[in-house]
C-alpha cells in the first residue's frame, strides 16, 4: 500500500456518515468504498484487488461524576463514577477530556486524594483536570480542602428508550432546535435551568400533590400524570454532552451571538422510535421507584 493510497484512506476513514456507502474513483485506478459497517474497502489497481482496513473507533463518551468536598463543616464520601461508568484509565485519556472540555491539565502526586483523573472546581489556583500519580493512603484520610472534586469516567454510549410515553414523561433534556419528544427543553427548572444542568438523585411529588404531575407531557398524553401515579422517581442516566461541558459561560455567549450549534459534540440517540437528527447538550433519565396508593 502506497503513501497515497494511506493518505487517501486516512481522509476517509474520518466520514461522518455511518450508514451511507461512498464510493470515490482517482485516475480510473484507486477505488475506495466505505461500507454500512466499520469497514473501509480500497483498490488501488485496475484489476479491482481490495484492501479491507478497519475504521478507528468512535472516541470515548466522558462523564464526570458527583462532585465531593471536605471542609471544617463538610466530609463528604469519596469521589465515584456514576451510570456504570469506569474511570478514565490512562494519563493519555485524561489530558484528552480536559482538552475536549477546554480545561487546564496537570499531573501531581497527591496522597489521600482521588487517584487517577479527577476535575476540581472552585479553587482559585488549582481548579482543572488532574492525573494523581499516587497510590498510598485514601479520601478518609484527607484533610479538608478547597473547592470540590469529581472522577472523570468513560460511560456506556448514551440509550433513550423512545417508544414509551412512560419513559418519555420521567426525563429532562436541553437540546437544539426544539426536537425533543415534548418540544424545548423539557423539564429544565427540575435541573436547575439549562445552564445549570444539575439533576438531582431523586424527582419527587410537590407537598401539594398525591403524584408528580407531568405538565408538559400532559399536552401530548392527556391524564398521563394520573396513570402513572409516581410519587419519586429516581435518576437512572445523566448524560452530559461535549457540546455543554465546554464552557457554560461560552453557551451564554453562543445564544447571545447566534454562533453555529455544535452538533458534533452534542448527545444524539438512535434506539427504536428516536430522532436521529436531534442533538441534546444533555438528557437525564428517570425510573419510578414509588407509586401513590389511591
Partial sequence: MNLFS???FAALSNAEEENV???LRILGDISVEKDTGDTVHLSID???DTDNYPLPPPPPHYSVGQYKA???TVMETEPTCQNNGSPVPTVTSCEEYAKSVGQSFQIGDLPNYPRGCSHRQNHPSYAGVWWNTDQTGDWDQHREFTGEVALVCISPEPIATCNDRYVEALSAYWE???CGHFGNDYNKQLCGGNHAGECPEFWTKPVDSSYIFFTEAEVKYPGISEEMKCVKAKRKSFDKSPAFTKGRQALRKF???GKKRNYAEAISFKSAGCHT???YLWHAQYECVE???L
Fill in 176 to 178: 437544539f432546535r426544539n
Fill in 277 to 279: 437528527d436531534c442533538h
Fill in 6 to 8: 494511506w493518505l487517501l
Fill in 21 to 23: 456507502a461512498l464510493q
Fill in 70 to 72: 471536605k471542609t471544617a
Fill in 46 to 48: 485496475s484489476g479491482g
Fill in 291 to 293: 407509586k401513590a396508593t
Fill in 255 to 257: 445564544f447571545k451571538a
